[in-house]
C-alpha cells in the first residue's frame, strides 16, 4: 500500500492538516512549526498498533491532555488514507482504490484514556 493522505486534527502544535502526498514530498518550514510533528503522526500510528495506545501516548506524554493542541479539546485524530496497489484491487469484490483508517484518541468522562 502506498500513503497517500494524512489528516490530522488537535495533536500537538497541529489545528488541522489534510495533506495528499506525492511520491516525493518535502517538508519546510521555520522552527517550531510543526514538520515533526507531522511525521510523528506516521510514527504514533506504529506505536499504536505495535505497542498499543498506554505505550504510545506514554511514549510523548505524561498523559493524553499533553498533546492535545493547545490543550483545548479531549481528544485528537487522526485518519491517514492508503492506495492499494492494483494486484490488491484486483482481488477485491468491489473496485475500491483506497483505504481509509480513522483513529480518535482521548479521555472518556470518567477521565480514562480511550481509543
Known sequence: ???????VLNYKCLRYVDR???PFHILVGANASGKSTFLDVLV???????????????????SVRELLWKMASDSFE???VFHLPDPVRKRLKEP???VRYEIRVGTDRAGVLSL
Do not use: T
Not at 500500500?1 to 489528516?7: D, F, G, P, T
Not at 500510528?45 to 511514549?59: C, E, M, P, T, Y
Open 20 to 22: 495528499e502526498l506525492r
Open 96 to 98: 475500491y482504490s483506497h
Open 1 to 7: 500500500m502506498i500513503l497517500h493522505r494524512i489528516e
Open 44 to 62: 504514533l500510528l506504529q506505536d499504536l498498533l505495535r505497542d498499543g495506545l498506554q505505550a504510545a501516548v506514554a511514549k510523548r506524554a505524561r
Open 78 to 80: 487522526v485518519a491517514v
